[in-house]
């Protein structure tokens, strides 16, 4: 059976800023829980923000600790339609969120980063046509080439890493 993700929970520990990022910000749909929130990412997968201390008690569970606020141990990816969708989105989420790139042209796409008050990292991205669901003529994504070392930028630090 596939793996499916249905609810993907972050500790926050401003959860007004969180919802006026995720809310305004991202202009995800949402449903105020009184002591948390959750906005749909999709009809089917939701993303639920918890006040960092409750959800401790739920990682306390697994036999974990909590991450400090600002911790980044997740990038989570937004896809846009277009270049323009990701610049205008990446403006409007920085007006709420804490920090972020600007978009570029990368080897997978056009994409730029924002974080949101917690640190929690967003990449927002538009496919390059090879990638895209929609390629341009006849050309089909050949991910092995794409994603390829080849492809990577040449000050990339870990280009020459052997991952094998």
Request: proline share 5%; aromatic share 12%; charged share 25%.
């Amino acid at each position: 059976m596939p793996a499916r993700l249905h609810c993907l929970t972050l500790p926050v520990d401003h959860l007004q800023a969180s919802i006026l990022f995720y809310r305004d910000g991202l202009g995800l749909e949402w449903e105020d829980k009184e002591d948390h929130a959750v906005f749909w990412l999709s009809p089917d997968v939701l993303l639920m923000v918890l006040p960092r201390q409750r959800f401790g008690g739920y990682v306390e569970l697994a036999g974990q600790e909590t991450a400090s606020g600002g911790s980044s141990g997740i990038i989570m990816t937004y896809f846009a339609s277009s270049e323009e969708e990701v610049d205008s989105l990446l403006e409007q989420a920085l007006e709420y969120g804490s920090s972020g790139q600007a978009a570029v042209q990368r080897p997978w796409g056009y994409s730029g980063y924002v974080c949101d008050p917690d640190g929690h990292i967003w990449e927002v991205l538009h496919f390059s046509p090879a990638l895209s669901e929609e390629p341009a003529g006849e050309e089909e994504a050949n991910f092995d080439e794409d994603f390829s070392a080849d492809n990577w930028d040449d000050d990339d630090p870990y280009a020459d890493d052997d991952v094998s």
